[in-house]
C-alpha cells in the first residue's frame, strides 16, 4: 500500500532564495517555490492505516516552516565560504553575499540542489518521526518548480 502527501494541496511549501555554485546560470542568487511531497510504502498496520496523515504533514510543516523566506547555503561546499559573524558572509565564485544571519539557514549539504536538499529534508523527517514497523519505504519529493521535482528514497 501507498499513501500520499501531495503539499501542492496541503499547503507544504517554502519561498527560499540560494545558488548553486559552478553552475552556469544557477551560480547567481535566485528564489525558488519549493512544494514537498511525501509517499509512504508499507504494509496496513493494526490501526487501520500505513501511518497517520497528521503526524506527517505536521512534521513536514515544522520542517518547511524553518526554510521559508530563507537564504540557503550549502555547509559543506567545498567552493563557497561562509563567516558568521554580525551578519553571514558568503564568497562564492568572486561574489561576495552579506545577509542578515537571522535571514539564513546553513544546510547540512553540499551543493544547494534539490535533490541534495530532498535527500536532507528526507533524513531530517525520519528522525523526527516514529515510523511505524510495518513502513517499507518513504520518498520525499522537492518540487522547485511545477513539472521539476527531485526525490530521494529510504527503505526503513
Known amino acids: 500500500m501507498r499513501i500520499e502527501v501531495d503539499g501542492a494541496h496541503s499547503g507544504i511549501r517554502f519561498s527560499a532564495c540560494h545558488f548553486i555554485a559552478g553552475h552556469e ?54 567552493e563557497v565560504e561562509i563567516a558568521v559573524d554580525e551578519g553571514t558572509e558568503v564568497i562564492s565564485q568572486g561574489r561576495r553575499y552579506v545577509f542578515p544571519t537571522d535571514d539564513v539557514v546553513i544546510l547540512d549539504v553540499e551543493h544547494t540542489t534539490a535533490e541534495e536538499m530532498a535527500a536532507m529534508m528526507l533524513d531530517a523527517l525520519l528522525a523526527q518521526v516514529d515510523v511505524p514497523g510495518t513502513v517499507t519505504a518513504v520518498h520525499l519529493g522537492l518540487d522547485e518548480e511545477r513539472g521539476q521535482t527531485a526525490w530521494a528514497t529510504r527503505r526503513v
Open 25 to 78: 546560470k544557477c551560480s547567481r542568487l535566485h528564489g525558488h517555490s519549493y512544494i514537498v511531497r511525501l509517499a509512504v510504502e508499507g504494509d496496513i498496520g493494526p490501526d487501520g492505516m500505513v501511518m497517520d496523515f497528521v503526524v506527517l504533514k505536521r512534521a513536514m510543516r515544522e520542517m518547511v516552516d524553518s526554510l521559508d523566506h530563507r537564504v540557503l547555503l550549502p555547509g559543506n561546499s567545498k
